[in-house]
């Protein structure tokens, strides 16, 4: 199994989350297939279509269902749809009821992407979230063995605990590190995830807490950012949700000045090198060895506090 490489050569999780600036998350019971937006009981041409609709936007979709069995059904009456927009500064989580997904390409995605919630509310009657922050648990085994082998378990315990914001979800990325859990609205994502653990990443959302345990990054940044906000994080000793923004990343592989910025002002410059994971290993089950690329922080350094406001 893939990640039991991973785990046995300690691969560093941080700068390892996919990257979405805003994910669209749609219920779809049932089987998924490798491409679930087009090999599911979701339309396949709608799902073409909201492929293609997201392109380049910032907007991640993914199909989500709940833990449990997932007989070969028909359609739902009515499925949750969730928005979420993770940039520290501009962090909502919004939901709605719909009939018809194919309502969803009214949606404006670019907006979407930049952050502007009318859009979901208008098209769907969509608003804010009331309940508990969303757990999704990758558990697609048509993706990787291992996300079901080890992400259904851990979805299902969870959803026999009482946490209400349980979903299965499609794809998270970093197959190696399943279990992999993404946390919403703020957009933190965990490898090799516990349940225990994962209970108090909930409840630190809840609070507004970022627990940094495990955490392979937050989606609104590039692999660098992350690591790099990370960093500061932990030379901080940093939790609160919304505290640190990635206002700059200067550079490309294998090197990158990453600026993070604290909302009191202060800015720091982190390096950040792309190395590879070394021996060989598979980066999913069934896959040849390769050596994943892995973010290396260098060295963190404080630059004092800006001198203007930073825009999220």
């Known amino acids: 199994m893939c990640t039991t490489a991973s785990r046995h050569l300690d691969e560093p999780l941080a700068g390892t989350a996919a990257t979405a600036r805003t994910w669209l998350l749609i219920e779809q019971p049932g089987p998924w297939g490798a491409k679930a937006l087009t090999s599911s009981h979701l339309d396949p041409t709608i799902g073409r279509a ?66 502007d919630r009318h859009t979901f509310d208008s098209v769907l009657q969509g608003g804010p ?30 959803a026999m605990s009482g946490a209400a914001g349980v979903w299965e ?36 959302a809840r609070e507004g807490r970022i627990v940094t345990d495990g955490c392979r990054g937050n989606s609104a940044w590039e692999r660098p950012g ?43 410059r982190v390096f950040v090198a792309q190395g590879a994971a070394l021996p060989p290993r598979p980066e999913s089950c069934g896959s040849v060895l390769g050596s994943p690329a892995r973010m290396d922080v260098v060295a963190v350094r404080a630059m004092g506090r800006a001198t203007v406001a930073v825009a999220c």
């Open 50 to 115: 909201l492929e293609a609709a997201a392109k380049g936007t910032g907007v991640r979709i993914a199909l989500i269902r709940r833990p449990g069995r997932h007989a070969d059904c028909g359609t739902l009456a009515e499925r949750h749809v969730y928005a979420a927009h993770t940039t520290p500064g501009n962090v909502w989580l919004h939901s709605a009821m719909t009939a018809d997904p194919e309502h969803l390409l009214d949606l404006d995605f670019d907006a979407l992407g930049m952050g």
């Open 129 to 158: 979230h009331t309940g508990d922050p969303l757990a999704l648990v990758c558990t697609n085994g048509k993706r990787d063995r291992c996300c079901a082998l080890l992400g259904r378990p851990l979805a299902a315990e969870l």
């Open 169 to 204: 979800v499609t794809h998270l990325g970093g197959h190696r590190f399943s279990p992999t859990v993404l946390v919403l609205p703020y957009g933190y994502a965990y490898g090799r995830a516990e349940a225990h653990a994962v209970k108090e990443i909930v409840q630190g």
């Open 226 to 268: 992350q690591a790099a906000e990370l960093a500061v994080r932990a030379a901080l000793g940093e939790h609160t949700a919304e505290a640190l923004t990635v206002v700059r990343t200067e550079g490309a592989a294998p090197r990158w000045e990453v600026t993070v910025a604290h909302t009191d002002g202060r800015l720091w």
